[in-house]
């Protein structure tokens, strides 16, 4: 009996010491669960474009703004911090703004050799860094391919637009040699006309039809012949 009074109480113990733990656990769990839910319902302040946090996407929106100045000073901030300290994460901005269309700075073949150049050693960036950078990437491909198509469709519709010219040009000189042709033929035909209407006017003029001119003395000889 005193040995199974004895196991009832250790059970008793272990019990209560995992509900303790249990307690322990649930509310570590709701205190967690409380801050998350106060994170996210927080405003988000945008992060300054030199601090711990870069706001990638801060950054690619004032640069889309239509303020020129605006642009200018910032992408001037950010490829100053690259320059002067090539950092992953300055990297990363500098490859941001570049490849961000809309404002005169923007380069795409350049921001993409740098995220090319950073999802090289991916182990640098943290996931949402990596994640940024990959779908830029393919971005930015897409975009370059796109432009690329742009200007070799607008090299071949040049292309015919010379030889349609070209062909034009043709067909036009073509048109103004017949013409050249039917005026030079009008005007030998003028010229016929008038050498055939010459030649009837000298024969209207003659007295004696030129075919009856040998026969003439031959007929006032005759009654001296009969003598």
Known sequence: MMKLNRTSRLLSICVAMLLLQGCALIERLRTEAQAN???????MASAPVSGNAPAYLDIMNNLSTPDPARQADLFYEVEREYTRAPTTASTLRYAVALVTAGHPASSPSEGKRLLETLLATPERLTQDERT????????????LKLEAENR?????????????ANSDKRIQAQIEENQRLRRALAEAQQKLDAIKEIERSIIERSPTPPGNR?????E??????SR
């Open 37 to 43: 839910a106060a994170a996210e319902n927080a405003p």
């Open 132 to 143: 940024l950078a990959a779908v830029l990437l393919h971005e930015t491909d897409v975009r």
């Open 214 to 218: 040998d026969a003439a003395p031959s």
């Open 152 to 164: 070799r469709l607008l090299a071949t519709l040049d292309d015919r637009s010379r030889t349609q």
């Open 220 to 225: 006032t000889q005759s009654p001296s012949a």
